[in-house]
C-alpha cells in the first residue's frame, strides 16, 4: 500500500462501515492503484458527522429515531458520539445518549481549536473540550455535568 503521510477521507457507507481514502494527488508510482478501504469499524445508525482532530475520528451518530418522534417518557435517545483511532484499532464511547430522550441525540458538530461543539435533535448546541475522557457506556448524556449547553431551546 501508500506509505507517504498525504491527507485521508474518511466517510460512512450505506451498511455502516466507516471507510478511508488516501488523496495522493496522483503522486503514487504510475502502477499503483490507491482504493478506498475498510477501517473495520462500525459507523453507527445515522453517522451524520465525521469529524477529524489530531490521530482521532469523531464521529456523531443520531441513532435510530433522526426524525420526530413523540418521545413523551424520554426514553428514546440511541445517538453517541464514538472516537475512533485513525487506524480503525481503537474505538470508545465519548457520549453515549441511550435510554434518555430523544431530542438529546448528536447530530451535527464541528471541532474549533480544543472543543467539540454539536447540535443536539432541537433542544441546544453542546460544547466539549477535546480530548475528554471518553465515559463508561451505561453513564449517560443526561448526567454529564461536563456537557454544557452553550444555546438551550424550548422543547
Not at 8 to 16: E, I, K
Not at 30 to 52: K, V
Not at 92 to 106: H, K, L, Y
Amino acid at each position: 500500500g501508500y506509505s507517504e503521510k498525504v491527507p485521508t477521507l474518511y466517510y460512512a457507507v450505506q451498511g455502516g462501515r466507516i471507510m478511508a481514502h488516501k488523496l495522493t494527488g496522483g503522486k503514487q508510482p504510475a502502477d499503483m492503484e490507491i482504493a478506498s478501504y475498510d477501517l473495520g469499524i462500525a459507523s453507527g445508525q445515522h453517522p451524520f458527522n465525521i469529524l477529524f482532530k489530531d490521530s482521532s475520528l469523531y464521529v456523531l451518530d443520531a441513532g435510530k429515531q433522526f426524525y420526530y418522534v413523540n418521545d413523551v417518557d424520554g426514553v428514546l435517545g440511541d445517538g453517541k458520539i464514538s472516537v475512533i483511532s485513525k487506524d480503525g484499532k481503537k474505538v470508545e464511547t465519548m457520549i453515549s445518549n441511550a435510554g434518555q430522550a430523544a431530542f438529546d441525540d448528536p447530530f451535527y458538530g464541528f471541532i474549533d481549536g480544543d472543543f467539540l461543539y454539536y447540535a443536539n435533535r432541537n433542544t441546544g448546541i453542546m460544547k466539549l473540550s477535546l480530548p475528554m475522557k471518553p465515559i463508561a457506556r451505561q453513564q449517560r448524556l443526561r448526567f454529564l455535568p461536563t456537557v454544557p449547553s452553550i444555546v438551550q431551546g424550548r422543547r
